[in-house]
């Protein structure tokens, strides 16, 4: 089997696959690297507390990223009730007339038979919902006209070489390789709907796993037992965040199509620096095994200023054991603020003739939607889509009226900012949070 592997390395090259809450993460997505993003609409998918993607904000999506040779697929992946069904035909033929994506993302047999109905040439992924945790199954869902199926998430790297050796070239693998990971078998919880009413395989889960338990024995009631590992209590559900960015290598002789990043409710700043750091380890690794040896310290450092619970390789390397729980809060680690995306790099003719620049700043000046504050005197940093990170200064701050700012404490507000050093439309504007 690892003369197959080996030789099916060589013709095959893992796609880098990205989520995107909303139109401006999408953007970001395409810019920090990937080959391919997974967008949801306002129906069904997995993630109803993601803001999503109205048709209109689909189509546009999926013209930028064509337009960028990157591929978009859709989630319709929700575990279906017969109130469902109706709307889904109406779903995909909205899809099909007016978005056109790459592929839909699918989990239930029931939405995969009217995809294929409504959309005969449309590329179905298997989403990891399906539990899909052996070869016969991947033969299963090809027979059936799936193009791609999505790995559960508790398969080795061994048993996903088995399935790969097992199943048809053209059936390609996707694994997600980064991320959040859920308590219950390939996601499919009833936690959420028992506690809260809110059915997590209907896309609305509250996350329960990452609340605060204690032990109560039946025969005595309101005695808490002693289960937590300090005052703060004990979070025995909540597993650490999935990362392989240690492990390039043995993903790219995996035989796997497609590395997943989880994170369709993530923000920007988020998705430029995961899509950013593992785009630069695949192509580093691809250009040269010894460069990508050379820079892992760099990787570790950039994901590390994701908002992240500490990390595990998950099932990976065998069953997860108490080492990959985090047993002493629910919060996550976060090194760094985001501040926004430019937007637009502004010339001076385009300016209003307020405002007044310095004049080692004039060809510095870039317009943003500013999320977190800041303020001029403040170091930040630019975060450019090649791997770059450099300090500048913020020298001058203005609205749309010209007026001058010493700092900018309102989210959403449209800025033009003087940097002295020069920023281009797309670069990420990130601040390091004070210890």
Same mark, same amino acid.
């Given at each position: ?11 095959? +090259? ?14 970001? %997505? ?5 080959? %391919? ?5 306002? @129906?069904?998918?997995?993630? @109803? ?31 279906? +009730? ?95 390789? +980064? ?33 605060? !338990? ?13 289960? !937590? ?17 240690? +492990? ?29 750091? !593992?785009?630069? @380890?695949?192509?580093? !690794? ?150």
């Amino acid at each position: 089997m690892s003369e197959f592997i080996s030789d099916f390395k060589l013709r095959r +090259h893992p796609e880098l696959l990205i989520p995107a809450s909303s139109l401006e993460v999408l953007r970001i %997505a395409v810019m920090f690297g990937a080959d %391919a993003v997974y967008i949801g609409g306002e @129906a069904f998918g997995l993630r @109803a507390k993601a803001k999503n993607f109205t048709i209109e904000e689909m189509k546009e999506g999926v013209e930028f990223a064509h337009a960028h040779n990157v591929k978009v697929y859709v989630t319709a992946n929700i575990i279906a +009730h017969n109130k469902d069904l109706e709307g889904a035909k109406t779903y995909f033929e909205e899809l099909r007339d007016t978005v056109k994506p790459d592929a839909l993302i699918i989990s239930d047999p029931a939405i995969f038979t009217i995809a294929k109905q409504v959309l005969p040439d449309m590329d179905i992924h298997i989403s990891t919902q399906a539990n899909n945790c052996n070869y016969g199954t991947y033969n299963f869902w090809h027979s059936l006209g799936a193009t791609r199926v999505v790995t559960a998430r508790e398969l080795s790297l061994e048993e996903i070489k088995e399935i790969r050796a097992n199943i048809p070239d053209d059936l390609e693998i996707e694994t997600f390789i +980064h991320g959040a990971m859920c308590i219950s078998y390939s996601g499919r919880c009833l936690l959420s709907s028992f506690l809260a009413g809110r059915d997590a395989n209907q896309g609305a889960c509250t996350h329960p796993c990452r609340w605060k !338990y204690a032990v109560v024995e039946e025969s005595r009631p309101g005695q808490y037992m002693p289960v !937590y590992e300090n005052d703060r209590g004990t979070y025995i559900f909540n597993s650490k965040d999935l990362c392989m960015i240690e +492990h390039i290598p043995e993903l790219m002789d995996s035989g796997i199509d497609s590395l997943k990043i989880e994170g369709r409710m993530k923000t920007a700043l988020y998705v430029a620096t995961v899509a950013r750091t !593992y785009r630069c @380890a695949i192509d580093d !690794y691809k250009k040269d095994p010894e460069l990508y040896k050379e820079r892992l310290p760099w990787y570790q450092e950039e994901i590390r200023k994701c908002t992240y619970r500490q990390f595990t390789t998950g099932f990976f390397f065998g069953k997860p054991n108490e080492e990959t729980q985090i047993y002493d809060s629910n919060t996550y680690l976060r090194e760094y603020t985001y501040l926004g995306y430019v937007e637009e790099k502004v010339s001076l003719d385009t300016l209003p003739r307020e405002i007044q620049l310095p004049e080692d700043s004039v060809d510095k000046l870039i317009r943003i939607e500013q999320r977190n504050k800041f303020g001029v005197g403040d170091v930040i940093e630019i975060m450019k889509p090649n791997g770059e990170n450099i300090n500048s200064k913020v020298v001058g701050i203005y609205t749309e009226k010209g007026e001058s700012r010493e700092s900018a404490p309102h989210p959403k507000e449209k800025l033009y900012i003087a940097l002295d050093k020069e920023a281009e439309v797309y670069d990420i504007l990130r601040v390091k949070k004070d210890e």
